[in-house]
């Protein structure tokens, strides 16, 4: 999972350096507390974004639900705090390569491969307040939705790949987001 703030650069020539600070660590607390609590790892902060795991390094059976529903609850978490930005969220799914990598004295455990590579780009990829997720990762089971959620199957261009990903758009639609 990545969760990315949106309109970062925007916002950080609108803030203090000091508030800006204060702000990402008001989200990354958010996300932390949340993640923590579905049994993910969360590998790194990266500026404005996190990553996080889940299937490792303890494996899961529900890994891919456990995500989803996490990744909603991080976008009600984080509408609910009244930040001055959103996310988008990047989930994907398959064979990576997690441990230790390094050198020397210095490593640092993550998971790396193509299956991260593209967990990333759909987060870069997604709208604001939106979840795109690959299709190993959701595969249509809509009863992992929350009522008011819906999804579309969807085919983008992603940075390093030559083939387009499939992937599925997950999100609230306005008309929902302004009546409840």
């Given amino acids: 999972m990545f969760a990315d703030v949106r309109g970062f650069t925007s916002l950080s020539e609108r803030m203090s350096p000091t508030l800006l600070r204060e702000t990402l660590n008001i989200l990354f607390a958010a996300a932390s507390e949340l993640l923590i609590q579905n049994d993910a790892l969360i590998d790194k902060f990266l500026g404005d974004a996190i990553m996080a795991l889940f299937n490792a390094p303890i494996p899961q059976a529900r890994h891919r639900e456990m995500a989803l529903q996490t990744a909603i609850a991080l976008l009600g978490k984080i509408a609910n705090l009244n930040l001055p930005f959103e996310i988008g969220i990047g989930l994907n799914s398959g064979p990576a390569i997690t441990g230790n990598v390094g050198g020397g004295e210095v490593t640092d455990y993550t998971a790396i491969g193509d299956t ?7 987060s870069g990829l997604a709208g604001k307040s939106e979840i795109l997720a690959g299709l190993d990762t959701y595969g249509g ?8 959620y819906e999804c579309d199957r969807v085919s983008l261009q992603v940075k390093g790949k030559e083939q387009l990903v499939n992937a599925y758009r997950i999100f609230r639609p306005k008309t929902l987001e302004s009546t409840s």
């Fill in 141 to 148: 089971q809509s009863h992992w939705l929350p009522s008011g």
């Fill in 116 to 122: 991260v590579n593209v967990a990333s780009r759909l």
